[in-house]
Nanobody
Framework: QVQLVESGGGLVQPGGSLRLSCAAS????????MGWYRQAPGKQRELVTT???????VYAASVKGRFTISRDNAKNTVYLQMNNLKPEDTAVYYC????????????WGQGTQVTVSS
């Protein structure tokens, strides 16, 4: 079992910044991937960015250059720094943990709301 605790969502004006955090605990092995997905009202959940415990990251084209993912492996915590936020970034952001050791399995956080509005 893996537990994920997210924090850092909120309301921000266009052009502003927010930082999300997701702390994982429980049965954590290497290799693994942590990342962020988002789901806007009426839309499917989509990839934002992910990072492996070796530091390899991928980004959705819509956030590249504005969002930065990082992680602290000692704390099993992943961070999402979001800059130059746009109204279209408004969504519930979900943290995802994927284990790749021996058996593939995935856990999701409860989600945190990010609203970009003036």
């Amino acid at each position: 079992q893996v537990q994920l605790v997210e924090s850092g969502g909120g309301l921000v004006q266009p052009g502003g910044s927010l930082r999300l955090s997701c702390a994982a605990s429980g049965s954590i092995f290497s290799p693994n991937t942590m990342g962020w997905y988002r789901q806007a009202p009426g839309k499917q959940r989509e990839l934002v960015t992910t990072i492996t415990n070796y530091g390899f990251s991928v980004y959705a084209a819509s956030v590249k250059g504005r969002f930065t993912i990082s992680r602290d492996n000692a704390k099993n915590t992943v961070y999402l720094q979001m800059n130059n936020l746009k109204p279209e970034d408004t969504a519930v952001y979900y943290c995802k943990f994927s284990n790749h050791y021996q058996k593939e399995y995935t856990y999701w956080g409860q989600g945190t709301q990010v609203t970009v509005s003036s």
